[in-house]
């Protein structure tokens, strides 16, 4: 995608050849990429592919065995204060003082991004209420749940307002609510324009946020493009209707160009995106046809189906959060 | 702003946050006074009656009273290096050291903060300590300037030992490795002079409480403070405090400054 920017317009991001090791461990092997300033960019990938230590090196943190990595216009390991003046880093586990109230972590961010005292407690108080943290700003965070921890996290990540932003596993760990509003939180940050690197396991999440989305396993990028794109790649969507008859499951077989049909359950799954149009028409011919429905069920890929398809083998199963 | 000015202004903010700590984590402060005041306790007046005759002239309990507290100063020093490690590796186990090291803040603050921090602590635990000393009939006969220097030697070796603690901190992998790391710490001035004459302890262990830091420090101490000689002890004393804050700082500079493992 970089090849589609203006040469004037450097990316936010642009890696090119990256590889580390940790002694005899490739965990990246041969990276490049390139992220367009004010675009969400999401790094999938299972646990173990290498997302953290992706993040590490972008963020400064670890230095690169070769390749080239330049961050908002720096080269990471000539320039590190540089970046670290641009970026505004999230980890997978929330970095706060647990020792300190919310406000007191809002403020000792601000002193250190060398903020004056009036707009340091301008910028504190403006972060609370957005991230609905007011009302516990004077407590010790050892008592927030994860969900405000996480939130405290990010507010302290954009006091001193990065241009570029990498959250490590956001949502890990949150609670369904809690993740839709981290999302809510990135969507709004994307359109100040803010531009953001998210790295995930979850196919949804990219798929809800992200602009661009490369695949990572085993350390190299095996697959990426926009969200529509890449479940292109996967075969794992399909819809699935039961029926009550086994006369109306075999001429549904005929009407639907079943993908496959089980006698027993008296079921069959049609390959479909599971949008409302694929499933607007399929009701229709079934309807066409007077073919009464049991039941039916929309099944979405998932990283699994992505994986399966794109490596042949299922390693989420190491995955001890699924 | 200079370099130098943002390096003192983060680590300003960094001391800061440390004291805040303090305060909010008394439990830490208690433990650093409570245990040496438990031995001065114990050692004074349980052993004290028949530690205190066999020193050199006699004087039962009272001389002993004299004689220990140096030594408990430097059991105080060692038992507070456990929280300055304690913190660090609590720091680090959390992320909030990653964090901090994503950012433009100067390189060297966040450890300064500690050490600040603690020796702060520290001095005021020693101080607590002295008084308590005190109280149950330690007599210095020290000058102002004998005073004044003792200080600065405590001072001085407190700096030296909380850097060596950041340090044990950076390199234990959790909180519960860094309590333990610098034990070892605590019982020098045992296997010193701190409780008793190095002259009455067998050959092995004697040439290694002559020829160990804490010896010549806590020798030092007790000159200055009871107005005996310090003698060669004094030269001794600073060398190797100096030598163990040298070496102790660039071990913890080299340890925040490396690549962190791969999680």
Known sequence: ?322 | MSTLSYAVRDSRTMLRRNLRHTLRYPAMTAMIVAMPVTFLLLFVYVFGGTLGAGLAGGGGRAAYVNYVTPGILLFTVAGAATGTAVSVATDVASGIVARFRTMAISRAAVLTGHVLGSVIQTMLGVATVIGIALLIGFRPAASPAGWLAAVGLLALFVFAVTWLSVALGLVAKTAESASNMPMPLMLLPFLGSGFVPTSSMPGGLRWFAEYQPFTPVIETLRGLLLGGPTGSHATLAVAWTAGIALVSYGWARRLYNRNPAAR
């Open chain 1, 1 to 322: 995608m970089a090849q589609n920017l203006p040469a004037h317009d450097e990316p936010a991001i642009a890696v090119t050849g990256l590889r580390r090791s940790f002694g005899d461990k490739v965990v990246l092997d041969g990276i490049d990429l390139s992220v367009s300033r004010g675009t969400i960019f999401a790094l999938l990938g299972p646990n173990g592919a290498g997302k953290t230590t992706m993040v590490q090196i972008l963020s400064t943190l670890l230095g690169a065995d070769a390749g080239r990595v330049r961050v908002a216009g720096h080269d990471v390991a000539r320039d590190p204060d540089k970046v670290r003046a641009a970026i505004g880093v999230t980890g997978q586990y929330s970095a706060v003082d647990k020792l300190l109230t919310g406000e007191e972590n809002l403020l000792l961010m601000a002193d250190l991004q060398h903020l004056d005292k009036a707009r340091a407690r301008q910028r504190t108080a403006e972060l609370l209420s957005r991230f609905d943290l007011a009302d516990a700003a004077g407590t010790m965070v050892a008592t927030y749940s994860g969900g405000m921890q996480r939130r405290l996290d990010l507010a302290m990540t954009l006091i001193g307002e990065p241009q570029i932003i990498f959250l490590d596993e956001p949502t890990t760990g949150l609670d369904p609510r809690g993740r839709r509003t981290m999302w809510q939180i990135v969507r709004d940050l994307a359109a100040r324009g803010v531009t953001i690197f998210l790295t995930t396991q979850y196919l949804e999440e990219a798929d809800q946020l992200a602009d661009h989305i490369a695949l990572l396993d085993h350390g190299r990028i095996i697959a990426e493009g926009t969200a529509d794109e890449l479940k292109r790649l996967i075969p794992g969507g399909h819809i699935e209707l039961r029926f009550g008859e086994p006369a109306e499951l075999a001429s549904a077989a005929l009407a639907l160009e079943a993908r496959s049909t089980d006698e027993q359950d008296l079921t069959l799954q049609v390959v479909s995106d599971g949008s409302v149009r694929a499933l607007r028409e399929l009701l229709a011919r079934l309807d066409d046809q007077s073919i009464e429905i049991g039941a039916l069920s929309v099944h979405t890929p998932d990283l699994d189906d992505v994986f399966l398809a794109l490596t042949g083998s299922n390693d989420t199963d190491k995955d001890p959060a699924r």
